[in-house]
């Protein structure tokens, strides 16, 4: 098939009008008389007509339009969507990135977890240890409350090298640091109605700290962001987010259900925590469960009532005045000042 | 394709249509979530490939050339080369122990520059790259330099306008934009700017007052009247400085800025020119809010689209390129992507 055909050679901008002829049966485009093997030949991708040649990356043949039509039997059109889609299909393709998306994210998703009982404690102490340094002048030291503490402590099963403190801040919050630290806010102290809250807060944290959460978070937190960063952009970042407080809610069940143990095993009531859980539900608003970082405070209230054992003899874990300098190791230690920021 | 008649056309023009884009711009999507992003090199490739296809430079369609390949690869190295650079940093910073010792305070000192050099460096490059893809009657453009002699200047030049509160701005945008658009060429003709600073200040001197005054006002209503609210003064001051600072001083400033620098530019006989006023960049941002918001971020990926469209349509060209000494840039082309401009979230216009 003959025709017309406006060429550019890459050396000039100036195009000129050739004749071409499609040699079907050659497996050849004569291009003013020059002869160009088929297969040397492929479409540009969202110009119809154009063409360019592999071995000429600027050579550009822009056919007669009546041309364009035999043209495409004999050379494929480009989609430009990339060859494994074009092979493949829309759909067979979404479907196994897919898979091998979700493979990936299933290896970095469960590899941490065992990593991370082999990455030392003075790792994680010393990837840390500008905040942990910066924290120190903010434990508060009031007479007596730490004393209190670390018997409390004790008797939920800290082990020798664990650490629990009491830091000022308006936030009701409790932390388990890497390297092992635990972080109580004054705040959470002060809403509390009874030292077996503490014990069971203070259980949860260790329980943390002994199954080397913190290092598996931290390990995983690195991979996905290693892995996914590098080409992913933002809409991998909140792939990464929402990974990672799934993660958190499953080690959260379980730090509760060490919590549970613990207390058990130390004869310390569960109800009063189950209690502090049922305080915690009406200031919580309904509808947002999927996204939170904790399992919802009903759940987890429910399982600590559901521990009680009325079989078993419960005593509460520190007398009043132990309790009471506890309450107010901060409100007792003059040179605290309130902690602003969410450091952590 | 190209027809002879559509020579007396407009000398830049855009007919692409958001109903042929869009579902290439919503494949581009689905494909980029299932590959956990790998794909965005594919889909920005693909996505150029149309604009350039429907934007016709004296009647001859553009053609982007650039592969997705190369994309991914620079986007990789950048990603490996940030995270070296930031862990490192951090490392070295630790262990010279801690930010509070000398030594340790200088190395996090470093990053900022480091990071506005890399920056610099970042926006260069990707005029460079895309200039070298960008093909046009079989010719492409690009810089012979690699681009740290402007990074240098850029870092050096953002310091110093930092330094002097800002005043300095319109002294220091006009000579970067000259220094790296007179770095670039296309075909063999190099691009000239005669970018000047003189008719900025105009613009520029009553706006900066304006930046200054108005968190004054609180200040002096404070200070004069004792009110209660001088608790608060700094907050209100800093969010006053910051309202003007990212919302109400750029804009009015960015357009005529964008304007004057287009205006003294030329390239083979082509005198270019831009006639977008500060209200069609705001009403152009709106309506880019106003498509993510109401389709809870799925028209975002329109927004390349919007932006090509708008600065084609904006663009002015005067005069007619010389085809008869217009040969190919003999350059060699750069083989790896804008990686950096792509980890460091930035444009390259």
Not at chain 2, 183 to 211: C, I, N, T
Request: proline content about 5%.
């Amino acid at each position: 098939m003959r025709g017309a055909a406006r060429l550019l050679d890459g050396h000039s901008a100036i195009d000129r009008l050739v004749e071409v002829d499609i040699d079907d049966a050659g497996g050849r485009l004569l291009v003013a008389g020059e002869a160009i093997p088929l297969s040397v030949l492929q479409a540009v991708p969202q110009q119809p007509g154009t063409y360019r040649r592999a071995d000429l990356p600027r050579w550009r043949l822009t056919l007669d339009p009546a041309m364009t039509a035999a043209m495409q039997r004999l050379v494929r059109d480009d989609s430009g969507r990339g060859r494994w889609v074009d092979r493949l299909g829309l759909g067979r393709s979404a479907a196994l990135f897919l898979a091998g998306s979700a493979a990936l994210l299933g290896i970095i998703y469960t590899l941490p977890s065992l990593i991370a009982p082999n990455v030392p404690v003075a790792a994680e102490r010393f990837l840390v240890r500008g905040a942990l340094a910066e924290l120190e002048p903010r434990i508060c030291t009031g007479a007596g409350g730490q004393a209190a503490l670390d018997r409390l402590a004790a008797a939920v099963g800290a082990r020798p090298g664990d650490r629990v403190v009491v830091i000022r801040s308006a936030q009701r919050n409790a932390v388990a640091l890497p390297g092992g630290t635990i972080v109580l806010f004054d705040e959470l102290l002060r809403r509390l109605d009874s030292p077996d809250q503490a014990a069971g807060v203070v259980a949860h944290e260790l329980g943390h700290v002994h199954r080397r959460h913190v290092a598996e978070a931290m390990t995983r937190q690195l991979g996905f962001q290693l892995i996914l960063g590098a080409v992913g952009g933002a809409s991998a970042a909140r792939i990464t987010d929402l990974v990672s407080l799934r993660y958190s809610r499953d080690v959260e069940r379980q730090a509760d259900a060490d919590s549970r143990a613990a207390l058990a095993h130390a004869g310390i009531s569960p109800v009063p925590t189950a209690r502090m859980f049922a305080d915690w539900q009406k200031e919580e608003l309904d509808g947002f469960g999927y996204l939170a970082s904790h399992p919802g405070s009903g759940e987890r209230g429910a399982a600590f009532r559901a521990a009680f054992d009325p079989g078993a003899r419960y005593r509460p874990v520190l007398d009043r005045q132990a309790w009471d300098a506890l309450v107010d190791i901060c409100h007792n230690d003059p040179r605290q000042r309130e902690l602003k920021s969410e450091w952590l | 394709m190209t027809d002879w008649a559509e020579e007396r056309q407009a000398p830049i023009s855009f007919d692409g249509d958001w109903r042929s884009y869009l579902p290439i711009a919503l494949t581009n999507l689905a494909l980029t979530i299932v590959t956990l992003g790998i794909y965005r090199a594919w889909a920005t490739t693909r996505s150029r490939q149309y604009l350039c296809a429907r934007t016709r430079f004296f009647g001859e369609r553009l053609e982007w050339i650039g592969t997705a390949r190369e994309l991914l690869v620079a986007n990789i190295l950048v990603a490996l080369l940030l995270i070296m650079l930031v862990f490192g940093n951090q490392l070295v910073i630790e262990a010279v122990d801690g930010e509070r010792s000398a030594a340790g305070g200088a190395l996090a000192a470093m990053t900022a520059p480091a990071f506005l050099l890399l920056y610099g460096l970042a926006r260069f490059r990707a005029i460079r790259y895309r200039l070298s893809r960008i093909m046009w009657r079989g010719i492409t453009g690009g810089s012979r330099e690699a681009g740290w002699t402007y990074a240098a200047l850029y870092a050096f030049g953002l310091t110093v306008a930092a330094l002097t509160l800002w005043l300095i701005v319109p002294l220091v945008l006009p000579a970067l934009w000259r220094r790296r658009w007179e770095a670039m060429q296309y075909g063999d003709w190099a691009v000239s700017v005669e970018a000047h600073h003189r008719s900025l200040w105009r613009w520029w001197l009553p706006l900066y007052s304006l930046f200054l005054l108005i968190p004054l006002g609180p200040i002096l209503f404070v200070t004069s009247s004792g009110n209660s609210v001088g608790a608060h003064l700094p907050l209100i001051v800093l969010v006053l400085f910051s309202i003007m600072a990212l919302f109400v001083v750029p804009p009015l400033f960015f357009a005529r800025y964008i304007r004057a620098m287009l205006e003294r530019m030329e390239w083979n006989n082509v005198r270019f020119g831009f006639n977008a006023r500060t209200r069609d960049w705001v009403w152009l941002y709106l309506r880019m809010l106003l498509l993510v918001v109401g389709t809870l971020g799925i028209g975002s990926v329109m927004l390349e689209f919007m932006r090509w469209r708008f600065i084609v349509e904006h663009l002015e060209l005067e005069g007619a390129p010389d085809l008869l000494h217009l040969g190919p840039s003999g350059l060699r082309d750069p083989r790896t992507g804008e990686g950096l401009l792509d980890a460091l979230d930035i444009g390259a216009f």
